[in-house]
């Protein structure tokens, strides 16, 4: 089953604690503090993997966290670092931030790889915050909460050629012709239902890559039929046939619609590379074809060619030309413009007054803090004090008139206020 389209959400791993501890050794009466740093928390990566072909993994499995780095240990031990998270998708596949659709990353090249979320950074340990004043300090840092991403996975196929045209003009029948593709071949609009790829083999070292794109309507490039769904896959093709059904009633018609939707959907046709292939000559008269290929010659500079699937009529003669104008061009995996995301302009803290005149403070930052912060310890009380007036909650406070003995809430822990 081929998806191109997926939605992941993402999260690195939160940095390990730092410890709190001392040294107890015979004969060191006063050992001084040896808590270790935490490590490291897991890094989310996305990696272009050339033995996927679809985001149909994706469907099963939606969310990724990679794991938490370890506390910091007694004996100023650092805590182990986590393993990073490494996802493997096709190459080609744009990775764009699911709220703006910014293009984040765009992954065309085997091996490339993207960092989605960072880890977070282990705590220190209560080893850094010995000072002259403070030799046996109660207290150790927090890690660095992991973060997390919604991320959308849009897969735009990487072929040489790719074959476009309307429902039923032969685009499979084509690909199953000339490779070993066997894509469902009917006679009836839709047949196709996703891209098909296949690798035209001239020898040794000598090949290129052909996508079958599911049949284009009109309206195509507002959604219509299947729309966006793969008209995206067009985008990265060196070289487009745009194949006709000469059997059709009008066929310069025909032409004319998907070329119309190609240039709506964002497509140069003034510059893409594209020959017109007339398929199913066989179903149609000599004169007819004349008529057809005087008609086509006068309306379009676009190199033209007949050919009959069913009798392999113009087959070979199509794919040399086609070899042979891919030697004159350069390749076409054209990188989506990458973006950047904006700054998180939220606010450290904020404040807000409960019922019974409780001001709460509402700090993920803060209250990991006071998380592992030691209350029992007055050194402790004091360290955390200090972050709330250097953050500028205290001020925040007396600016909202907190009043004398006025109780301040942080996580479920609540103050008395004393100015």
């Given amino acids: 089953m081929f998806v191109d389209y997926a939605k992941v959400s993402v999260s690195s791993g939160k940095g390990g604690d730092g410890a709190v501890a001392f040294r107890k050794e015979k004969f060191i009466p006063a050992g001084g503090p040896a808590g270790g740093d935490g490590g490291r928390g897991g890094t989310v990566f996305f990696k272009a993997d050339p033995s996927l072909h679809t985001l149909l993994d994706f469907q099963y499995k939606r969310k990724f966290k990679a794991l938490d780095g370890e506390k910091g240990m007694i004996k100023n031990m650092y805590g182990k670092a986590a393993l990073d998270l490494t996802i493997s998708v096709p190459i080609g596949t744009v990775i764009r931030e699911a709220t703006s659709g910014i293009v984040l990353a765009d992954l065309i090249e085997e091996g490339e790889t993207f960092m989605a979320v960072k880890g977070g950074r282990g705590g220190r340990g209560n080893t850094h915050f010995a000072t002259a004043t403070r030799k046996a300090p109660h207290f150790a840092e927090p890690g660095e909460a992991g973060k997390s991403l919604e991320i959308i996975l849009e897969l735009k196929l990487i072929a040489d050629v790719g074959l476009a045209g309307l429902p039923n003009a032969g685009k499979s029948s084509l690909l199953a012709c000339v490779s070993a593709a066997r894509p469902k071949i009917a006679d009836y609009p839709f047949t196709t239902l996703s891209p098909n790829l296949g690798v035209i083999s001239f020898g040794p070292g000598d090949s290129f890559v052909m996508a079958d794109i599911p049949g284009l309507i009109a309206g195509a490039s507002d959604g219509l039929g299947l729309g966006h769904e793969f008209l995206r896959h067009i985008e990265r093709n060196t070289l487009l046939l745009h194949l006709v059904d000469s059997s059709s009633e009008d066929p310069w018609a025909d032409f004319r619609i998907v070329e119309t939707e190609l240039a709506a959907y964002g497509i140069n046709v003034e510059t ?40 392999r009529t113009g087959v070979q003669e199509l794919m040399n030309a086609a070899r042979a104008k891919l030697a004159t061009l350069p390749v076409s995996n054209r990188r989506e ?49 200090g972050i709330l007036e250097n953050a500028g909650v205290i001020a925040k406070l007396r600016e909202m008139g907190i009043p004398e003995g006025g109780t301040v809430r942080v996580s479920d822990t609540e103050f008395t206020f004393h100015d």
């Fill in 272 to 311: 893409k590379p594209r020959f017109v292939v007339l398929n199913k000559i066989d179903l149609i008269d000599e004169e007819t074809l004349e008529t057809l290929l005087a008609q086509f010659r006068a309306e379009t500079p676009l190199p033209l060619f007949a050919i009959s699937t069913a009798t």
């Fill in 337 to 385: 413009p990458i973006g950047m995301l904006p700054k998180d302009d939220k606010p450290l803290f904020t404040i807000s007054i409960e019922k019974g005149q409780v001001y709460v403070v509402d700090s993920p930052r803060l209250e990991s803090i006071l998380a592992v912060t030691h209350l029992d310890s007055g050194q402790a009380r004091v360290r955390f004090l």
